[in-house]
């Protein structure tokens, strides 16, 4: 008879926990989590009648054959999320709340489940998530420093950026721990304004160095982008991404990290046509993702011009 949280590293799941977390504390409940990018992370558990899991922020389509195996096994299941869920099953043991409207994120999914109690924790989450109308929206009314639960989120999502856990400033387990023991993200950069320094300190510091990136290609409408190879660049490209978006909101940007012999890459489609991402990586082997917002993996070093090409295509405005 276990309980089994499981949930993205990144600002959305953390913050989304965090709320479950406040209504029904639970220390003893078994943490799964890992980088942004560890998405299938329902089969990393055996669960079984009497277990009880709690999955936020994970793609059910990425985890069905794991879901359906716990829910046939006798564990009942709470599912909120907001990526492509695929056919939800039928199943008595099964709570899903999905939503993929394209300005909600899972945060504000279990905020409307909780009432609103800790509305805070779904404004930095929305933040995070890059949907900074909905955190405004759902704050409005309820006198909270959104400047600082804007750069809160976008810290958290940092964060879960890296090759492996090793690249991270936190282990996202450990940050959630820290970050469950507060009913807002005001009592707790009260309490620990060191995280909150260390992870600001590491973002400054990253952005500063992916300046120093190489233009592989670009032409009007698209750019490419390749990082140093270390570990701050790892970190960084997705927020980078973000960041470079905001500043050419008419440009789509592609940003490759080295690893293992081929790049890891960050697909943001521009911000006036937020289209075509996922469409765009889903054509290479290790690629999903969102229309807005997609990424690759693994894109070997021998498929660079291709993708290069596919990203023109797609793109180019000239
Ligand atoms: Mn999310």
């Known amino acids: 008879?276990?309980?089994?949280?499981?949930?993205?590293?990144?600002?959305?799941?953390?913050?989304?926990?965090?709320?479950?977390?406040?209504?029904?504390?639970?220390?003893?409940?078994?943490?799964?989590?890992?980088?942004?990018?560890?998405?299938?992370?329902?089969?990393?558990?055996?669960?079984?009648?009497?277990?009880?899991?709690?999955?936020?922020?994970?793609?059910?389509?990425?985890?069905?054959?794991?879901?359906?195996?716990?829910?046939?096994?006798?564990?009942?299941?709470?599912?909120?999320?907001?990526?492509?869920?695929?056919?939800?099953?039928?199943?008595?043991?099964?709570?899903?709340?999905?939503?993929?409207?394209?300005?909600?994120?899972?945060?504000?999914?279990?905020?409307?489940?909780?009432?609103?109690?800790?509305?805070?924790?779904?404004?930095?989450?929305?933040?995070?998530?890059?949907?900074?109308?909905?955190?405004?929206?759902?704050?409005?009314?309820?006198?909270?420093?959104?400047?600082?639960?804007?750069?809160?989120?976008?810290?958290?999502?940092?964060?879960?950026?890296?090759?492996?856990?090793?690249?991270?400033?936190?282990?996202?387990?450990?940050?959630?721990?820290?970050?469950?023991?507060?009913?807002?993200?005001?009592?707790f950069l009260l309490a620990r304004p060191e995280i909150f320094s260390a992870l600001d300190e590491g973002y400054r510091s990253d952005m500063a160095g992916a300046k120093a990136g190489q233009i592989l290609s670009d032409i009007e409408g698209a750019q490419v982008l390749q990082l140093p190879d270390r570990a701050s660049s790892r970190r960084v490209s997705g927020v980078y991404g973000n960041q470079l978006a905001q500043d050419n909101p008419a440009r789509a940007h592609a940003i490759l990290t080295d690893k293992e012999g081929g790049y890891v890459v960050s697909v943001r489609a521009p911000l006036t046509n937020r289209i075509g991402a996922d469409k765009l990586c889903l054509g290479f082997d290790t690629g999903g993702g969102r229309a807005a917002a997609a990424g690759i993996n693994h894109l070997p070093h021998s498929d660079l011009q291709k993708f290069i090409d596919a990203f023109n295509a797609q793109y180019s405005t000239a």
């Open 1 to 187: 008879m276990s309980d089994y949280h499981i949930f993205n590293g990144d600002a959305d799941g953390i913050c989304a926990m965090v709320q479950l977390y406040r209504a029904a504390p639970n220390p003893d409940a078994l943490i799964i989590t890992g980088r942004k990018r560890d998405i299938k992370l329902l089969d990393r558990v055996e669960a079984g009648k009497g277990d009880h899991l709690t999955v936020l922020d994970i793609s059910m389509r990425s985890n069905m054959d794991a879901l359906v195996t716990h829910l046939e096994n006798g564990a009942t299941v709470f599912y909120a999320d907001h990526h492509n869920a695929g056919d939800i099953p039928e199943h008595d043991n099964l709570d899903a709340h999905i939503n993929m409207a394209s300005e909600i994120c899972t945060a504000v999914i279990v905020d409307q489940h909780l009432g609103g109690t800790y509305r805070a924790w779904a404004v930095t989450a929305s933040f995070g998530d890059n949907f900074p109308a909905t955190a405004r929206r759902i704050a409005h009314g309820h006198d909270l420093p959104l400047g600082k639960l804007e750069r809160l989120g976008i810290l958290l999502n940092y964060n879960g950026y890296g090759a492996s856990v090793e690249d991270l400033h936190f282990d996202p387990a450990q940050l959630y721990k820290i970050l469950r023991d507060f009913d807002s993200p005001m009592e």
